[in-house]
């Protein structure tokens, strides 16, 4: 297929290209009695004692200085583990010898993990970036993914045109000087860019589209670096998605259970992968393994995992089994 600048298939989409997007708003499928919200602020001090009262130990100080600097609704989620459940009836009081030294043990630990896990996936990232542009430039040339939506045979019709306004946009919003540059030189007869440069400017969810909609063919080309099926690499990709998501707007990791599940190898074909046990799909542990696995693939020479490693035995209070870390998990393969 012959490579050419974008031309009449963008005159379709009209005043949408200038739009991002736009989110709605969807009321509950439950029918539930709406109850008034009326919870007052409180001050910081408010706050400390509040949690003294529930069974929190403490130093009264030092804890107005934390809920200063992270808020008492954040940490609530990694202190709502150690409240008191009965028959799962949650009561506003700690379970005994709850200290508020151990929380922010678990919240440092977790933000750090954050950190761990954006450089896997950013490199695990590049690299499908990477991959797609160049199977898909050999194939249909340079701007076939704007012209044809033949080169992305698996967008279904009405998701090729969002997928273009998406491209067009994030091009527009750019300020790279490689954009710039372009822009300067080859002028309006080009209203985007060159797949190899276009993939650069991609978000994560604009890369999975892409990776979604390309022919079979170069998305198992993708798989293959990885050394998985195409089927069960898509599903890691779509998960990696939403952990970034979570890890980009500073979301807990720790005891999370990951809503949009990964396929997992078979224990025949990788054996490796269950060992010591099979995995919980919807936990970090497994997250953790596929960007191990990943990283194995594309960064050989990469410390990450001793890094990770290194993590754990620097907190050996964070209970990991929250995140679904296997007894003898040590003895992986991918952990060793």
């Given at each position: 297929?012959?490579?050419?600048?974008?031309?009449?298939?963008?005159?379709?989409?009209?005043?949408?290209?200038?739009?991002g997007g736009s989110f709605f708003m969807q009321a509950s499928k439950r029918?539930?009695?709406?109850?008034?919200?009326?919870?007052?602020?409180?001050?910081?001090?408010?706050?400390?004692?509040?949690?003294?009262?529930?069974?929190?130990?403490?130093?009264?100080?030092?804890?107005?200085?934390?809920?200063?600097?992270?808020?008492?609704?954040?940490?609530?989620?990694?202190?709502?583990?150690?409240?008191?459940?009965?028959?799962?009836?949650?009561?506003?009081?700690?379970?005994?010898?709850?200290?508020?030294?151990?929380?922010?043990?678990?919240?440092?630990?977790?933000?750090?993990?954050?950190?761990?896990?954006?450089?896997?996936?950013?490199?695990?990232?590049?690299?499908?970036?990477?991959?797609?542009?160049?199977?898909?430039?050999?194939?249909?040339?340079?701007f076939a993914y704007i012209h044809h939506p033949k080169s992305v045979p698996?967008?279904?019709?009405?998701?090729?045109?969002?997928?273009i306004c998406t491209v067009v946009n994030e091009t527009v919003r750019s300020?790279?000087?490689?954009?710039?540059?372009?822009?300067?030189?080859?002028?309006?007869?080009?209203?985007?860019?060159?797949?190899?440069?276009?993939?650069?400017?991609?978000?994560?969810?604009?890369?999975?589209?892409?990776?979604?909609?390309?022919?079979?063919?170069?998305?198992?080309?993708?798989?293959?670096?990885?050394?998985?099926?195409?089927?069960?690499?898509?599903?890691?990709?779509?998960?990696?998605?939403?952990?970034?998501?979570?890890?980009?707007?500073?979301?807990?990791?720790?005891?999370?259970?990951?809503?949009?599940?990964?396929?997992?190898?078979?224990?025949?074909?990788?054996?490796?992968?269950?060992?010591?046990?099979?995995?919980?799909?919807?936990?970090?542990?497994?997250?953790?393994?596929?960007?191990?696995?990943?990283?194995?693939?594309?960064?050989?020479?990469?410390?990450?995992?001793?890094?990770?490693?290194?993590?754990?035995?620097?907190?050996?209070?964070?209970?990991?089994?929250?995140?679904?870390?296997?007894?003898?998990?040590?003895?992986?393969?991918?952990?060793?």
């Amino acid at each position: 297929m012959a490579s050419k600048p974008a031309g009449p298939l963008l005159s379709q989409f009209g005043n949408t290209l200038s739009h991002g997007g736009s989110f709605f708003m969807q009321a509950s499928k439950r029918e539930r009695e709406n109850v008034p919200y009326t919870k007052p602020a409180l001050s910081l001090e408010t706050q400390a004692n509040l949690l003294l009262s529930r069974g929190m130990i403490a130093d009264r100080d030092q804890l107005i200085e934390r809920l200063g600097v992270v808020s008492y609704y954040r940490l609530s989620g990694y202190w709502y583990p150690f409240l008191i459940f009965h028959n799962r009836e949650r009561y506003n009081y700690f379970e005994r010898d709850t200290k508020f030294d151990t929380i922010w043990k678990i919240y440092t630990f977790d933000r750090q993990l954050r950190v761990l896990v954006m450089d896997a996936i950013e490199r695990i990232e590049v690299a499908v970036r990477t991959k797609l542009a160049y199977h898909h430039s050999l194939d249909y040339g340079s701007f076939a993914y704007i012209h044809h939506p033949k080169s992305v045979p698996n967008l279904k019709k009405t998701e090729h045109p969002r997928f273009i306004c998406t491209v067009v946009n994030e091009t527009v919003r750019s300020k790279e000087t490689f954009v710039n540059h372009f822009k300067d030189k080859y002028g309006a007869d080009h209203l985007v860019l060159p797949i190899w440069m276009s993939t650069e400017l991609m978000s994560f969810g604009t890369v999975l589209t892409f990776l979604k909609g390309v022919p079979d063919n170069i998305n198992a080309e993708v798989a293959s670096m990885f050394k998985v099926p195409k089927k069960i690499f898509n599903s890691w990709f779509l998960t990696l998605n939403t952990v970034r998501n979570i890890c980009a707007h500073h979301g807990r990791l720790w005891n999370r259970e990951i809503g949009i599940k990964p396929f997992l190898p078979r224990k025949d074909a990788y054996p490796d992968w269950h060992i010591p046990a099979a995995m919980n799909p919807s936990r970090m542990f497994a997250i953790l393994t596929i960007c191990r696995h990943c990283l194995n693939c594309v960064a050989p020479q990469s410390k990450w995992s001793g890094r990770v490693r290194a993590l754990i035995e620097k907190y050996p209070e964070i209970p990991l089994a929250s995140m679904g870390f296997p007894t003898g998990w040590e003895t992986s393969p991918y952990w060793k």
